[in-house]
């Protein structure tokens, strides 16, 4: 973001971490309301861990959605994981709508999930599958589950199985980080003594373009997330920043001030056919791409304050976008393109706002005092970002009404530069 002082550090080079790195994570939500559709997530049968694990992610991933609601039943003993339990009234008579009942059973170093959704009213089967997987996959097997209930009662697809990335900043170390959408099972793609900063995922997930300082400046690289290859895709004089990628996978766009003050270029994502897009003479930054790829979202001071601006990329005139306040930053496109969430300062404080494109109306969602980074989820419900606490930040996730607030709290270090996978 513009109001942050870049610093490029020293230290080792950056390199490829295989592995884990293990992160205590705390969930806090609060907010929602009680038009939620009320949902029981039996206790799976099993005598594997897995089959208590499963039905306490897939409970969480539920309620952090600000749709869905709980209803107690784990003191269902033995499990209720039939249809055909002579207990199965339980459900409704304690206020639940559907009923997510399951069974883990295990053989050797397999195990196989079954799962079913039940209408807990007229006691019919809305969804069931059933997966066979190592122990190693279990949260993978509970966040798919997740998915798939909560599309069969809202009819939106579940992001509960994507993944998010963010900066990790731990004592004089830098790590470049994938986990889970919960923020469990991170993974170190990089580790630098560098700063790292603006992660951006292609839209087929393979590839990672993100900013290290590593040669003494800003330098954008682009990184293949399965072997740790990577290139170089803009290294000019001055600073090279802010990558975003096309729709469509086969351009960026990216910030260089090589030839004056921060303007938006487009680039082939080989790094080939850089071409200029702004001429302002001000500073035009953090640009974001339409989900058709006919326009730019973009930050910049050419009226006098940090603004978002919108304007085709095939270059032409750009339509100031936000009005209200002195400070709008970080636009970021909604997946359906008909709004965008950006940082907005109020009284002194940074919050996530969004804007309905058509009618400009605009919403404050958050109340923290240095939130920053918003990034959308695929299905365009929630929005990822980083919530400053003092001089550290964790990461937090809002719904798009505003109602329903998550924070993953890091102990280590900390999270920046939040970005949602598909």
Known sequence: MLKKVLLALTGCACFWIGGTVRADMSIDITGGE???????????????????????????????SGELSLVDVSDLNPPISQPGDARFGVFRS?????????????????????????????????????????????????????????????????????????????????????ADSDGYEPQTVLKSHYAIMSPAWSPDGRRMAYVSFERGHAVVYEQMMDSGRRIVLASYPGSNSAPAWSPDGKRLAVVLTKDGPSQIYLVNADGSGLTRLTFSGAIDTEPSWSPDGSQLLFTSDRDGSPQVYMMPVAGGKAVRMTF?????????????????????????QYRIALMNVASGQMQVLTDGHDDESPSFASNGK????????????????????????????????????????R
């Open 34 to 64: 009680s038009s939620r559709i009320p949902v029981a997530v039996s206790p799976f049968a099993g005598s594997v861990p897995a089959a208590q694990d499963i039905p306490h992610i897939v409970g969480a991933d539920l309620l952090r």
């Open 324 to 348: 209200d306040g002195k400070y709008n930053v970080s636009p970021r496109w909604s997946p359906d393109g008909k709004s965008f969430v950006f940082v907005t300062r109020v009284s002194g």
């Open 94 to 178: 304690r206020g639940a709508d559907a009923a997510v009942l399951g069974a883990v059973q295990s053989a050797g170093s397999q195990m196989t999930v079954s799962f079913r959704l039940m209408d807990a009213v007229r006691q019919n089967q809305l969804a069931g599958f059933s997966y066979s997987a190592g122990p190693a996959d279990t949260r993978m097997i509970a966040h798919r589950i997740a998915d798939v209930v909560y599309q069969a009662l809202t009819g939106t697809p579940g992001v509960f199985s994507s993944h998010i990335v963010y900066v990790l900043q731990r004592g004089s170390e830098y790590l470049l980080q994938v």
């Open 382 to 421: 929630m929005i990822l970002y980083a919530a400053g606490i003092g001089s550290r930040s964790d990461l937090a996730v809002v719904t798009v009404d505003g109602k329903t607030h998550e924070r993953l709290s890091n102990v280590e270090g900390a999270m920046d530069s939040p970005v949602w996978g």
